[in-house]
């Protein structure tokens, strides 16, 4: 049976990892290959990276740090953050990304899909939508991480991204995200009945109940958290056990070959 | 350069690459249908459309070679694309003939499911297979696709997975064929596990020289 699958996010600048993550027992909290192990082990089941770097200047530390992650640690890795082109898009699969998570730049010329999707499969476009609530049962796209109103229909702008081609939703909401309150359930249940793609449910996870809401009235086949993982709060294993005994298929976390760190 | 993965334009190499390299052999990643046909274990990975993958194999002078490859006896490993390019025909996007190597038709699950497949799904084997040796009946693979094989041929299906109620063959092969719907290359220990196995038996075939360093 096909598991429902939980997804650390990491915010990375300059190449380094800045937020979304526990700093436990690690020598260099900052480290992308480091984190990215670590999540390995403990079970996540596959990792999300945000490049958030400010400088047009620095963008090419990513890919750098794609291909030293991508290069040791063995499970899917999404890259999102800043995609413009087509050329993006390869440079990150090139390097080592098995997902292109895009957001601004796919609202702003929609065709950007259909080329990722062409030219890579659509298995490998991931489209970021985040949204806001307007009204019961209506959300507005925003982009620049939340920053612009669009005027567009959430439900709409999703259903427009998987006809072109994308393979996967990351769903936000604006509403919700960094509260720690819950996902948005019936924002997930819109889209999940909306759409025939897997649709990851993003911001406002807190507790191990929220993620089982997500699952189950959501409808969401993967969640990604970043604050409910900060200051250790509650780790891979727990959640995974917490979900599975409430029936929602998990993948057992694999014990650690001998030698392995 | 013994091992040999056979780039052919498509996406994921590079895992496919870093993970045999973790399993003990650099391999040797080629377009040059000289350096397939020397190959002593060939690798054709892949994810993407059938269309094109085929388009590149013909352009590229891979696709006779890959096939006499085949044919030699020498070890071969298909993974997602590569091994839907095995069979006869792809429906994908029309229909597409492919390498046929295994008889039979890669088909899309049906409307009205999630699609694409996308995530960690068990696989059951039907017998033991020396691929899948020291991996437990029933461990996790990641998955991601929306299309599947029907072979022809029963005894060419190996393992089974279940989706929403479809079982389909995920890991199929003959003689010194094995191919997988899943990527070995992201799925963790086990996917690293079949990597190393099938170099193992490349080695104990004499297609390949034994390991000279373990991998970090």
């Not at chain 1, 049976?1 to 990491?10: G, H, N, S, V, Y």
């Not at chain 2, 994908?92 to 699609?115: D, K, W």
């Not at chain 2, 960690?120 to 696709?145: A, M």
Request: charged fraction near 20%.
């Amino acid at each position: 049976m096909l598991t429902k699958r939980i997804i650390p996010c990491f915010d990375v600048d300059n190449g380094r990892v800045v937020k979304g993550i526990s700093f436990v027992d690690l020598v260099d909290a900052g480290d992308p290959v480091e984190l990215a192990a670590k999540y390995d082990l403990q079970g996540a089941d596959e990792l999300v990276f945000l490049d958030i770097t400010a400088s047009s200047d620095a963008r090419t530390s990513v890919y750098e740090m794609i291909r030293s992650t991508a290069d040791q640690v063995f499970i899917p890795l999404t890259v999102g953050g800043g995609v413009r082109s087509a050329s993006d898009v390869r440079l990150m699969l090139e390097s080592g990304a098995d997902k292109v998570s895009m957001n601004t730049a796919a609202v702003q010329r929609p065709e950007l899909i259909e080329e990722g999707a062409k030219g890579f499969g659509s298995q490998c476009i991931v489209v970021a939508v985040d949204v806001k609530r307007i009204a019961p049962g209506k959300w507005e796209v925003f982009t620049h991480g939340g920053r612009t109103p669009t005027g567009r229909d959430g439900l709409e702008w999703a259903r427009e991204a998987v006809e072109r081609g994308a393979g996967e939703l990351l769903v936000t909401s604006m509403d919700t995200d960094g509260h720690q309150s819950g996902y948005d359930i019936p924002l997930l249940r819109a889209i999940t009945d909306a759409v025939e793609v897997p649709v990851i449910a993003s911001g406002g996870a807190g507790t191990p109940e929220h993620l089982y809401e997500a699952f189950t009235e959501g409808g969401a086949a993967a969640v990604l958290a970043a604050s409910i993982f900060h200051f250790g709060k509650y780790d891979i294993p727990f959640l995974k056990q917490y979900l599975a005994e409430r029936g929602v298929p998990m993948r057992p976390v694999e014990p650690a070959e001998q030698g392995d760190a | 350069m013994d091992v040999v993965i056979v780039d052919y334009g498509a996406g994921n190499l590079r895992s496919v690459a870093r993970a045999v390299a973790h399993a003990g052999v650099e391999p040797r990643v080629t377009a040059i249908a000289a350096e397939v046909e020397r190959a002593r274990a060939l690798i054709v990975p892949g994810v993407g459309a059938a269309e094109d993958t085929m388009a590149n194999l013909r352009a590229a002078g891979l696709d006779g070679p890959i096939r006499d490859y085949i044919a030699s006896g020498r070890p071969f490993l298909g993974v997602c694309m590569g091994m839907q390019a095995l069979f006869d025909l792809s429906e994908e996007g029309g229909e597409h003939p492919c390498l046929g190597v295994l008889g039979g038709r890669i088909v899309r699950f049906p409307y009205g499911m999630t699609v694409p497949h996308m995530g960690w799904n068990t696989v059951t084997l039907r017998d033991e297979h020396p691929v899948f040796e020291g991996i437990p009946q029933g461990s996790y693979f990641y998955f991601v696709h929306s299309y599947h094989p029907r072979p022809s041929e029963d005894a060419t299906v190996l393992g089974e997975t279940e989706y929403e109620g479809v079982v389909f063959p995920s890991v199929v092969g003959r003689e010194n064929v094995v191919a997988t719907q899943f990527h070995p290359e992201k799925s963790g220990r086990w996917g690293l596990r079949l990597y190393e196995n099938f170099l193992r038996l490349a080695r104990e075939r004499g297609s390949i020289a034994p390991a000279h360093t373990a991998a970090t």
